[in-house]
């Protein structure tokens, strides 16, 4: 295994209540007792817990992250939404955009664009997602539709910025079904070969059904900084096998 740091960003989706914030007590002292190993955990959990999570996890060396964020830079009347400024305010990070979950339901990458100019213009690390569906696999469209959300995506972004890429082919999101090795390889060069065009300091991880079984496959890819975790993420059980498990 190389040197480098790793990415172990957990996506809570729309899970999660009061309760959690004891729960992540066991990932805080994991993180304490092994301060030596080079990794950096990422939790992203609900709006509604945003704030404490950011207040729990100060004093410690985890970090939050806001699952999206509303397109506009200003405060403005968008019921139900917060803008980037927001997100910062609470002492937050990161942002994930780009989520399938959220191109699901209409983002596209103009919009997803914008969404990350504001977010880089209140200093949030984006965590971009990009992934082909299902039936753009079996119709060869992969590689197409990789460069289009990475092109459209990033445009106009300084190349200076450090922007965390995460790989999640959406037809491996929740279905406990993961890329061979070659596949994921094949697709993560690719990826690679497009954003270093774009932009110089970024991150490469994987998303889609990561847990502590198939993690020592998925951790023989070099091309890899990290993942991002959707479902085993809560459990604080299953985060620490998955990370103690790529230092071993
Ligand atoms: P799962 O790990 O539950 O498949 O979710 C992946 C994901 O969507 C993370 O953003």
């Not at 040197?3 to 957990?10: E, M």
């Amino acid at each position: 295994m190389t040197n480098k740091i790793r990415y172990f960003i957990a996506n809570w989706k729309m899970y999660g209540d009061l309760s959690s914030l004891k729960s992540i007590q066991k990932v805080i002292k994991f993180s304490r007792l092994n301060s030596t190993k080079k990794f950096r955990i990422i939790y992203c959990p609900p709006y509604t817990l945003l704030g404490d999570f950011s207040r729990v996890v100060k004093k410690t060396s985890l970090e939050t992250g806001a699952q999206n964020i509303h397109a506009n830079f200003d405060f403005g009347a968008n019921t139900g939404f917060v803008n980037s400024k927001m997100i910062k305010n609470l002492g937050v990070k990161y942002v994930i955009l780009g989520h399938s979950e959220n191109r699901a339901l209409g983002e596209d990458n103009k919009h997803i664009n914008n969404k990350i100019l504001s977010a880089i213009k209140s200093k949030l690390t984006v965590i971009l997602c990009i992934g082909e569906t299902i039936t753009q696999k079996k119709n060869k469209k992969t590689k197409t539709i990789l460069k289009k959300q990475i092109e459209v995506c990033l445009k106009g972004i300084n190349k200076k910025k450090r922007v965390i890429i995460a790989y999640e082919p959406v037809w491996s999101i929740g279905t406990g079904i993961i890329p061979t090795n070659i596949e994921l390889k094949k697709n993560l060069q690719f990826i690679k070969s497009i954003v270093s065009k774009k932009i110089k300091n970024y991150k490469i991880l994987y998303g889609g059904s990561v847990n502590p079984n198939n993690i020592k496959k998925l951790n023989e890819i070099d091309l890899l900084d990290g993942f991002l975790i959707g479902g085993a993420s809560q459990s604080s059980k299953k985060l620490i096998d998955i990370i103690t498990k790529t230092f071993k």
